[in-house]
């Protein structure tokens, strides 16, 4: 308790030197994370209660599996993260706000205490969220709106598994857990594009691996079939963006540049129609064209998680399947 108030304390100190005019944001992150730390629970008592119900116990001991193979067969850090769990009252953990302006990709970026400058601004209540997007709205950006299931806090604290993700598949979960311990791993300020492709190659790697060891047969087929659509779903998504980004720099007028980017995505809409009915059914991306709408920020978001992931594919493979010798030049290239 005391180092946890020591943290929360230096982690004040430090979003005040950052000024004023932020204060209300940064008053709002610490109170959600207090929240967290101050109602989360051991899983290894949890499980000892009789008053924990059998499906979460079950769910529970399947997540401390996972912890406990995220260590030893990933090396991802051996720490009290995601050894506690913590019952939330809503759909996700927070929402992120993601901005672009309306005739470019490159995302708006937000700059903080210790971290550095990200490309999205985190909220614990949606109505906050949404309210500072309808402010970026009225400036003239193109603003998204995501929901956050589960974040790290970079070993600053021992990350609680929140109730939004218990339920997941086993996969899903264990690429969750994976993920974000390795921004504990390795996390360079202010290069999200670099952070959130390393990380989901490390998730991409563990889901593989933890499915090859415990995984059923109908695990596997599902995994297998997941990574095909993602084959043909992300070019499509890339090739989009390089549409867009040749238009935005053109010497044509912003009316007709406007005029094209709503043809090209309308184009994209279409496009997805067709390779979705390739799929056999499958409509899990339906939700993200969905929400919100097609615009600049929900591509530069996408982009942020998936531009460098074929490189560190490429560097985990020349490390033969070594997670440590693969984090070991990772690392040396974020010093770089």
Known sequence: MVRRARALTLLLAALTLAGCANLGYYAQSIRGQATLLAHREPIGKLLRSPDTPAALKSRLALALRIRKFASRELGLPDNASYRSYVALDRPYLSWAVFAAPALSLTPVHWCYPVVGCAVYRGYFRRAEAEA???????????????????????????????????????????????????????????????????????????????????????????????????????????????????LYASVRAPAAKRAGKARILRELRERYRVLKASWGGYTGYDHWFDDGGMNNAKLAALQTYREYVPAFRALLARAHGDFGAFYRTARALAAL
């Open 132 to 246: 500072f997007a309808a402010r970026l709205r009225r400036r003239g950006d193109d603003v998204y709106v995501g929901g956050v299931p589960d974040y790290s806090t970079l070993g600053w604290f021992a990350d609680p598994l929140p109730s939004t993700v218990i339920d997941w598949p086993a996969p899903n979960l264990a690429g969750l857990i994976f993920h974000e311990l390795a921004h504990q791993e390795l996390f360079v300020p202010s290069d999200s594009r670099f952070d959130e492709s390393f990380a989901v190659a490390v998730q991409e790697a563990g889901v593989a691996r933890w499915l090859r060891a415990h995984g059923s047969t109908a695990e596997r087929r599902a995994w297998r079939a997941s990574r095909r659509r993602e084959a043909t779903f992300y070019p499509l998504i890339t090739a989009t963006r390089h549409r867009l980004t040749r």
